[in-house]
């Protein structure tokens, strides 16, 4: 894009001025066009930063010259043409990474935190009554929100996801724990690809029956919905 800043054939003056920015490939092109109608001799300045070709023709004299800098001040705003000290990234042309795992994890963790995934106060006597997850117990990974070309944004992740969870049985009063893994959560994949996984703490009647209930289609939806909601918070960032 861009490449052909300028272009004007002057034919009355035998000039052919032809200015291209940053694109060796286009200078040679507009040298094909050229040169396929006649022989020419050739010719090539460098001087720092700058590259001005010239070459001639029977009764044609023809001049490419190819600036690839912006002039001080003048020019694309996208180029840093002059000094910062703060090493901006200027309209955010080039690449760059800012990381959000620290954000992930605070918004998993704000959303996780004593989430209700099974409740019934009827449960008769021996079933699982109530189940919520304790907290976020570890997020590895990364998470990040790329920018290149100034203006395309996306947001850049691989997650693991370990939750605690804790649940009890109706007529007990003893706590359950365990945890659950979701792992595989990554931007170039979707809800399909993650891996979920349960484990109980101790062995028992409550700890298989409560395992069986996290481990359920429902309650895994609802841990898959809850990612998505921060997922789509740190998309909407980009």
């Not at 300028?6 to 040169?35: E, K, M, P, Q, R």
């Not at 070459?55 to 002039?71: E, I, L």
Request: proline share 1%; glycine share 6%; aromatic share 10%.
């Amino acid at each position: 894009e861009n490449i052909v800043r300028h272009f004007t054939c002057l034919t009355d003056h035998h000039l052919i001025s032809i200015c291209l920015h940053y694109n060796d490939t286009a200078v040679g092109l507009a040298f094909y066009c050229l040169l396929t109608c006649c022989s020419s001799c050739f010719c090539k300045v460098s001087i720092y930063r700058h590259t001005v070709y010239i070459f001639s023709v029977p009764s044609v004299n023809c001049f490419v010259y190819r600036d690839c800098m912006a002039k001080w001040g003048e020019g694309d705003p996208r180029w840093l043409v002059e000094h910062r000290d703060d090493g901006k990234n200027v309209n955010g042309w080039h690449w760059e990474e800012k990381d959000r795992k620290e954000w992930t994890k605070a918004r998993l963790a704000e959303l996780f935190s004593d989430l209700i995934l099974h409740e019934l106060e009827d449960a008769a006597e021996g079933e699982p009554q109530k189940l919520k997850v304790e907290r976020l117990k570890e997020l590895t990974g990364d998470a990040s929100i790329t920018t290149r070309k100034g203006n395309k944004r996306f947001a850049v992740f691989d997650l693991s996801v370990a939750l605690a969870w804790e649940g009890m049985v109706a007529g007990s009063t003893t706590v359950v724990k365990g945890d659950i893994r979701i792992e595989e959560v990554h931007s170039t994949g979707d809800e399909e690809d993650y891996v979920y996984s349960v484990t109980v703490e101790g062995s028992g009647a409550a700890q298989t029956k409560l395992r069986a209930v996290v481990a359920d289609a429902a309650i895994k939806a609802k841990v898959y919905a809850t990612i998505g909601q921060c997922i789509k918070e740190l998309r909407d960032q980009a």
